[in-house]
């Protein structure tokens, strides 16, 4: 086993060493006009020295990894791997552009000797050498990237939005016009430092929102009940007068870790649900509950995690409708929002569901007019509102994180949907 990631350290290490000279390359370009020949020098050892860090980190890595393939150092080694993947993503941008200027050159060069024009040289007035122009483009979307990048790393992935939309419906128990849900989901407390105050200044957030119920769509821990140790006390300031529901992610059961055997699985797995206990949430597992509100009642249903392949699909919604009157206005907690395509619209009569599981893959552009991420082309209704007629989805984009320790243009999210009586 360690032989096979000593190989894989090399070729990435290799990787690393080819990207670094490439892009040393270009930044001598860049510096080569400068007249202070001491400012070109400092540049240069700047650049190596970082860089020289980052392949000491790689290496760091390898030898202490026993240490950080521990789950509860995953919020370490996901910032470790996350640092190290800005600067070479960074510098792969930076290359690329680098290399379109160097093939233009050689276009140029090899026009000028078939047909023997001087097309090497700068044309007369032109204020930056055709040579150099995307290479200067290049420097600047590096200079983007990593900015964008770095602020995701060390402040977006605790920058947390609240995002609110109205609902309605006109088989709305009247008494429930007004009843505003708020929903968090993939917390991951594996992934954020221990402690760390945007935790509690987010159930602060919550709190002032004034929510009558709370839902929890799954994802609390990476992999192992452990991380959730001392969290709980935290979430459990969570306040609601008609109750805080909750669901296990697919993360919940452990299947992405190499357990001795099944029954410490198992046992790990109680663990995790006797935590949703800890923090005052009722964990619904293939089960309903009914909300009551001045004798009107709306029906909350729970699903355990259902996804597509490779997913393991855990959830019965058939069970878990068992006894929910047919006309009744229904909620649905369902972990990946596939579920929704799969067994819910024109299946069934469930009013609105609530996912996550996507995270909006922490990375993406929400402005006007433009709505984009990635992981659209794994999960078309990957973040926000969906509805088909009178059937509503909505897909938090997640609490905390995983595997980049950071988001970019994807912040964390809390949900609130506030339900409108439109009879």
């Keep these: 086993m360690r032989e096979r990631y000593f190989i894989i350290l090399l070729i990435i290490l290799g990787i690393m060493i080819l990207v670094d000279l490439y892009s040393f390359k270009g930044l001598k370009l860049l510096t080569k006009d400068l007249n202070s020949q001491q400012t070109k020098t400092i540049i ?19 030898l202490k990894l026993d240490v950080m393939v521990n789950p509860l150092n995953s919020s370490w080694s996901f910032l470790i791997n996350s640092i190290i993947m800005m600067m070479v993503l960074s510098k792969l941008v930076f290359s690329v552009f680098h290399l379109a200027d160097d093939v233009l050159h050689l276009l140029r060069k090899g026009g000028s000797f078939l047909f023997n024009e001087i097309s090497n040289k700068d044309l007369p007035g032109e204020p930056i050498s055709r040579m150099k122009f995307l290479t200067y483009v290049g420097a600047a979307f590096f200079t983007i990237s990593l900015g964008s990048i770095g602020y995701g790393i060390f402040r977006g992935r605790f920058a947390f939005r609240v995002l609110k939309e109205k609902l309605g419906f006109n088989h709305l128990p009247k008494s429930f016009n007004g009843f505003r849900i708020v929903q968090i989901s993939d917390l991951h407390f594996g992934s954020f430092p221990k402690y760390h105050p945007s935790v509690a200044k987010a159930i602060e957030t919550i709190n ?25 006390e935290i979430i459990n300031k969570l306040e609601a007068p008609y109750g805080k529901f909750s669901i296990l992610g697919n993360h919940d059961y452990g299947d992405y870790y190499q357990w001795p055997n099944l029954q410490v699985k198992k046992e790990n797995l109680d663990e995790v649900k006797k935590y949703h206990a800890k923090m005052g949430f009722d964990l619904l597992l293939n089960e309903n509950r009914t909300i009551e509100k001045e ?22 919604l058939a069970k878990a409708r068992q006894n929910v009157p047919e006309e009744a206005f229904k909620l649905l907690l369902s972990h990946d929002p596939s579920h929704w395509d799969e067994q819910v619209i ?14 909006g893959m922490q ?29 509503y989805l909505y897909v938090n984009r ?26």
């Design 44 to 62: 240069h050892w700047t650049y190596w020295g970082i860089s020289g860090l980052f392949l000491l980190a790689m290496a760091a890595i390898f």
């Design 208 to 232: 002032n929102l004034k929510p009558d119920v709370i839902f929890f769509t799954g994802d609390l821990v990476n992999n192992v009940a452990p991380e959730m140790e001392g969290w709980d």
């Design 295 to 316: 004798g009107e009642k709306i029906h909350l249903i729970g699903v355990e995690n259902w996804g597509k392949p490779p997913f393991v699909q855990y959830g019965d």
């Design 346 to 359: 024109g299946k069934t009569n469930i009013d609105i569901t609530f996912s996550g599981h996507t995270h």
């Design 363 to 391: 990375f993406g552009i929400e402005i006007p007019g433009i709505k984009w991420s990635p992981v659209k082309y794994k999960y078309p209704r990957w973040g926000g509102l969906y509805n088909v007629e009178n059937q």
């Design 398 to 423: 997640g609490f905390g994180h995983i595997g980049f320790a950071g988001r970019v243009g994807m912040p964390p999210e809390i949900t609130v949907i506030d339900l409108e009586n439109k009879a």
